[in-house]
């Protein structure tokens, strides 16, 4: 076994998400119990204060994979498994490491995205009942794509559209065979049952991460097929949020960007893409 440490030095690096520090509520650390009977631990604890109460983070070898621990003890997942990663996902234990770290004195839940995916990884998508399920849900989201929607007005949305969506479209049609439509109006349409099927046959095929990934690209675009050209590596991280965010661009440069509200979209969309693009690395 060994332990590679990370001090309170360490380069600070967030990377925000939507989760939160309640939903990681099962034991970091071993529990004891009160003269009630009530069994408390030091992430109880947490979830009470908001904050720190752990020393030393490090990453440790065990069982064949790797694990994040809070002063020795592996961190778990929401549904109480612990968070074991494979080997060759060093990077995204180092990640998840610094995230922790990097909670200083009063817990940030929303920068938990690295542990918040690959506990979902390990607590969702092993079962093959929620697995099918998932695939069902994001299967859903190519009916309400955002890129197969386009508009003919104004003239910016047009060129917008017509330099990052159609490239995108004619990626899929030529790699997976399969028949994209795309729409003008807004009224409820959807893609044929032999492209559901030719894309669910994909989703099938994807590993417990590449799927934990799929998901949240494709919550967070809107977008199934930006969240696929994502996943296989056709898009990087910045293509992929700049497609997803063509009709916001439009606004911006026609009204102006809204202080608070487009900056903060700009970030949000490219730190859970990150997320979802670094669950997918493999050291070797």
């Known amino acids: 076994m060994y332990r590679t440490l990370l001090s309170r030095s360490t380069t600070r690096a967030r990377f925000p998400c939507g ?14 119990s009160p003269p009630d009977g009530t069994v408390v631990s030091e992430t109880n604890r947490a979830e009470a204060t908001l904050k720190r109460f752990w020393e030393t983070v490090g990453i440790s070898k065990r069982d064949d ?13 929401p549904s109480g498994n612990t968070l074991l990663l494979p080997r060759n996902k ?13 909670q200083e004195t009063l817990l940030k839940p929303h920068a938990l ?18 697995h099918s399920e998932v695939r069902e849900s ?11 929607f386009h508009h003919d007005d104004p003239p910016p949305l047009v060129e917008l559209q017509r330099t990052h969506w159609d490239p995108l479209i004619k990626w899929a049609k030529s790699t997976f065979d399969i028949d994209i439509q795309v729409f003008t109006s807004i009224l409820l349409h959807s893609q044929s049952a ?24 494709t919550y967070a675009t809107k977008s199934f097929l930006i969240a696929l050209a994502l996943v296989k590596r056709h898009l990087t991280v910045e ?36 997320s979802a693009a670094c669950l997918l690395t493999n050291s070797i």
């Open 113 to 130: 995205p690295m542990t918040s995916i690959a506990s979902r990884a390990i607590d969702v998508f092993y079962d093959k009942k929620t």
């Open 239 to 274: 293509e992929a949020a700049v497609a997803a965010q063509v009709e916001v661009s439009s606004q911006i440069q026609r009204w102006g960007e809204v202080e608070d509200s487009h900056d903060v979209d700009f970030h949000d969309v490219r730190r859970q893409l990150g």
């Open 65 to 77: 994979g790797l694990t994040v621990t809070l002063d020795m003890r592996a961190l778990k997942t």
């Open 90 to 102: 060093r990077l995204v234990a180092t990640l998840i490491a610094n995230e922790w770290e990097n």
């Open 194 to 217: 032999e492209t559901r099927a030719k894309l669910n046959a994909i989703l099938t095929e994807m590993d417990p991460w590449e799927l934990a990934a799929m998901e949240r690209a």
């Open 138 to 148: 994001l299967l859903n989201y190519l009916d309400t794509d955002t890129i197969c």
């Open 19 to 32: 989760s939160s520090i309640h939903s990681f509520s099962r034991s970091f650390a071993t529990p004891s």
